[in-house]
């Protein structure tokens, strides 16, 4: 069972949700972290090898925090497999490392009681001693390891103290494990519960003094962020930071990359004579991938600011604001992280539904997901406002093609909000999963963590664009481009390819929706990302790329397209599922192709529903 | 042990001793847990099932509890001081954990 024959034992990083576990990991391993996924779980499995003061190899896996080995989200179903040693292809750890935060014991205690159990030796880190200690709180460490029964060392993860300890305890504890010890772990009836607190607070009676100087900043803190009036407007003055910083901050390193992949895409076209392979590299796979590469910045700029907010301590706080609106249409407060997120890019947003344990909530939220406004959708709604929306003043102080733009941010938020109602209202009825969440003391963030974290998603979404998004580019550009034109064709290449014989196919069912065989042979490209909807109406009505492009087919479309036709284009892509990269990421996410075809469904009846109305509505009032 | 709640927080006009549902507690009621898990199964989701998460969270029979948020619209969910940590829950959850009122100075 154990690897320790082969050199390399395992060590695995068990702990309450905010003990500074991660913090701990980051600090043991540094930069010599691998992070990958459990195989048939998308749970991040985070592993990083080190070597002891007595020169052993050491693996260090970092899992999901829990309060229990009682599993309820997919998270905590990967802890409590990977400790009993349950899940294949991972062998059981030979040592657990239970992280505390030295200032808040007792369910972490409990938690240690529990894993005790599972008859692998135990260290107890107190992490965030230096805390502790500025408080005036006093651990009687031997007393406490004595009643534990567990070796217990202080760390404090964020300065890289007390790390030789840690490591020197469990090369202690290394000759000990014998493989195949059985584990007598059974989850714990309320009974059996109720006597593990009772232990716990014995424990904390005889060993730790409280603090004489009790932290007084969360309290005064939550006064201001938790209260009814200011609370939610410093909430929704954190939302509207966020936003400007998504879209203000990361244009030009945006631009940059698009440049880049421009640039990269021309020296190619120099470099290769013309043909199919020059084709697939700078159509396909340069522009394709570039594409989505492009959203990085805003990406990283997102899960910084997330990361900040988390661990500050304040997303618990904003979830707890957030609770009753979510709970509204049946979705969880957590759930609030993640639509925040797809107002960047879906793609972060349906990862991150991660932290929402109920199976049916974070389906909810993932399907959902879509519906919030991406940064993708900006580039073609601006075309379309700009061409079709008069730049006028209303009332004095509102900006006409401003307040279209607004309106189709709104028309997703109700959206998403209604279709969650109606999943959870009238589909998943039934209990909802319980809001029971800790609200953390609040902290200074550590820059070196949050460097870290995001660091971890930066690679995690280039990953996905490198290979899930990378191969459904291929297809995107294998349909738009074979066959190629025949010689003497007049027409843009684009319309003898497969995607234009669909697209030609698919328009008679467009025609109710005020949609011409152009916009729906554009639409087939757009699903490689929905901005390139722009370059593609670009190439069928044959405007040249060079110059203010942006500007010569907005009034190319004034002449082509009627305002009906216009604007039932923007409702659908409010509504309609064009990101092949989305579904894919569902697909990863929900390990079924089920999800993504509902998605897929549901999106596009939407989309015909709304654009149907929106062009027969318009029809009635314009002509 | 620590109790971090003693005087800046708000008492409640309740008084010392009485019984009541944490569900319908008001922002300052303090007290400790006599009871957690009640008799009714809500939802679906097995009484066991409730019951042992809010233990798992800390709400167990002894523990001191004061609440010191109400959420903006209808007063829900709720943020409590639990012993030494903080948590938020909904009225709903709230429902099934039974709080003894303290007398002053208890």
Not at chain 1, 33 to 42: F, H, R, S
Not at chain 1, 343 to 363: E, Y
Request: glycine share 8%; with cysteine.
């Amino acid at each position: 069972m154990t690897d320790i024959t082969a050199g390399t034992a395992r060590v695995a990083l068990v702990g309450n949700p905010n003990s500074g576990k991660t913090a701990l990991f980051n600090a043991l391993t540094g930069s010599r972290q691998k992070v990958a996924n459990y195989p048939g779980v998308t749970v991040e499995r985070k592993e990083g090898v080190l070597h002891t003061p007595a020169d052993r190899r050491v693996m260090i896996v970092d899992l999901p925090g829990t309060y229990s080995l009682r599993a309820r989200s997919p998270d905590e179903e990967v802890t409590r497999d990977v400790v009993l040693g349950r899940l294949a292809g991972e062998a059981t750890p030979d040592v657990l490392v239970c992280v505390a935060d030295a200032n808040n014991l007792r369910l972490v205690l409990r938690l240690a009681l529990e894993l005790k159990q599972v008859g692998r030796p135990i260290v107890l880190a107190l992490n965030m001693i230096d805390i502790a200690e500025r408080r005036g709180l006093v651990i009687d460490i031997p007393r406490l390891s004595q009643a534990l029964g567990v070796p217990v060392v202080t760390t404090v993860a964020v300065r890289k103290r007390g790390l030789t300890q840690l490591l020197e305890e469990i090369d202690q504890l290394l000759p000990e494990v014998r493989p195949g010890d059985v584990s007598e772990w059974r989850p714990p009836t309320t009974a059996q519960l109720r006597a593990a607190h009772r232990q716990a607070e014995k424990i904390l009676e005889d060993c730790v003094r409280p603090p004489s100087r009790p932290d007084t900043w969360t309290g005064r803190l939550d006064g201001v962020l938790l209260h009814p009036v200011w609370g939610v407007l410093i909430l929704l003055a954190v939302l509207f930071l966020m936003f400007q910083a998504v879209f203000t901050w990361a244009t030009p390193a945006k631009d940059l990359l698009d440049f880049g992949f421009t640039a990269l895409g021309n020296g190619v076209t120099h470099l290769i004579p013309p043909g199919m392979v020059r084709s697939l590299l700078v159509d396909g796979v340069i522009s394709g991938v570039g594409n989505v590469i492009s959203f990085l910045p805003q990406i990283v700029i997102l899960f910084f600011l997330i990361i900040l907010l988390e661990d500050f301590g304040y997303m618990a706080r904003a979830a707890f604001l957030m609770d009753r609106i979510m709970g509204a249409v049946g979705l969880h407060g957590r759930a609030f992280i993640p639509l925040l997120s797809s107002f960047a890019c879906a793609i972060p947003g349906i990862m991150s539904a991660r932290v929402i344990d109920n199976k049916r909530d974070r389906l909810t939220t993932i399907l959902v997901a879509p519906l919030m406004t991406c940064s993708a959708r900006i580039p073609v709604y601006a075309l379309v406002i700009s061409a079709f929306i008069p730049r006028r003043t209303l009332w004095g102080f509102v900006n006409e093609q401003g307040l279209v733009m607004f309106g189709l941010y709104a028309a997703g938020i109700a959206s998403a909000l209604l279709v969650a109602a109606v999943l959870r209202g009238v589909i998943w009825r039934g209990a909802s999963e319980p809001f029971i969440v800790e609200l953390p003391t609040y902290k200074l963030p550590n820059p070196a963590n949050i460097f870290q974290g995001v660091m971890v998603r930066a690679k995690a979404f280039l990953r996905r664009a490198g290979t899930t998004i990378f191969g459904i580019m291929i297809v995107i550009w294998f349909l738009s481009s074979v066959p190629g034109a025949p010689a003497g064709a007049t027409g843009p290449a684009i319309d003898y390819s497969f995607a234009g014989t669909i697209g030609r196919a698919i328009q008679p069912v467009m025609a109710p929706v005020g949609f011409n065989w152009q916009i729906v042979i554009a639409l087939i490209p757009a699903m490689a990302a929905r901005e390139v909807v722009v370059a593609v109406l670009g190439t069928v009505y044959a405007i040249s790329s060079g110059g203010d492009a942006g500007g010569a087919l907005g009034t190319a479309l004034q002449h082509q397209w009627t305002l009906p036709t216009a604007l039932s284009l923007l409702a659908w892509f409010v509504f309609a599922p064009q990101c092949a990269s989305t579904l894919g990421v569902v697909r990863r996410e929900t390990e079924s192709w089920k999800w993504p075809a509902v998605m897929f469904a549901y999106m596009t009846v939407l989309a015909y529903a709304a654009s149907f109305i929106t062009y027969h509505l318009a029809a009635l009032v314009w002509r | 042990m620590v109790l971090h709640m003693s005087s800046k927080v708000r008492r409640s006009g309740r008084p010392a001793g009485e019984v009541f549902a944490l569900s319908a507690a008001g922002m300052g009621d303090a007290g400790v847990i006599v009871r957690v898990g009640g008799d009714t199964d809500l939802e679906g989701l097995g009484r066991s099932e409730r019951e042992r998460r809010l233990l798992e969270m800390g709400f167990v029979e002894g523990a001191r509890i004061t609440v010191l948020h109400e959420g903006f619209i209808g007063r829900d969910p709720i943020a409590v001081q639990l012993d030494d940590m903080r948590v938020a829950l909904r009225r709903r959850e709230a429902a099934e954990v039974m709080v003894q009122s303290l007398a002053k100075d208890d």
